[in-house]
């Protein structure tokens, strides 16, 4: 007899692996974030603007996933530490710009070793690990209709 409630398994949900995963790679970054004084969403905000230099926040949120309502704060308090500015565009001020100011590019010398760090506590094969890289996006992909971000 068939068990017609084996969907509502925990060990049947894609999604709970993808959680725990995620938590525990955020719970693995803590300590090598807090030696630069970021939290997690800091710091790829952070890599972001290493990688633009300027963008609306509104793209900042859209690279990352997140909403005004967490970016906002995020911002100010990465402008609070002296790491980005944020600016009102002048031909429309609901469009804010952020801009990752001296200090903030001096802190992407400091977070350099990060990335190795990490990939030495996850411990994964290169093939793997791009494996797993491709088939996040793919699934990031079809659930937001952002294919290949």
């Not at 084996?6 to 807090?34: G, M």
């Not at 030696?35 to 793209?59: A, F, N, P, S």
């Amino acid at each position: 007899m068939e068990d017609r409630y084996a969907a509502l398994r925990l060990e049947n949900q894609l999604c709970f692996p993808l959680y725990a995963c995620a938590k525990e790679i955020v719970k693995a970054y803590k300590p090598f974030l807090d030696e630069l004084g970021l939290t997690y969403t800091q710091y790829i905000t952070m890599m972001v603007l290493w990688e633009h230099k300027e963008l609306r926040v509104k793209e900042v949120g859209e690279k990352l996933f997140l909403d005004s309502s967490t970016l906002t704060p995020l911002l100010k308090r990465l402008e609070e530490k002296g790491y980005v500015t944020r600016r009102r565009s002048e031909q429309d001020e609901r469009d804010v710009f952020v801009a990752i100011t001296p200090e903030g590019e001096a802190l992407q010398e400091r977070a350099l070793s990060v990335p190795q760090r990490l990939a030495a506590c996850v411990q994964l094969e290169p093939e793997k690990a791009a494996g797993l890289y491709t088939t996040l996006y793919e699934i990031i992909g079809k659930l937001t209709d952002k294919e290949g971000q």
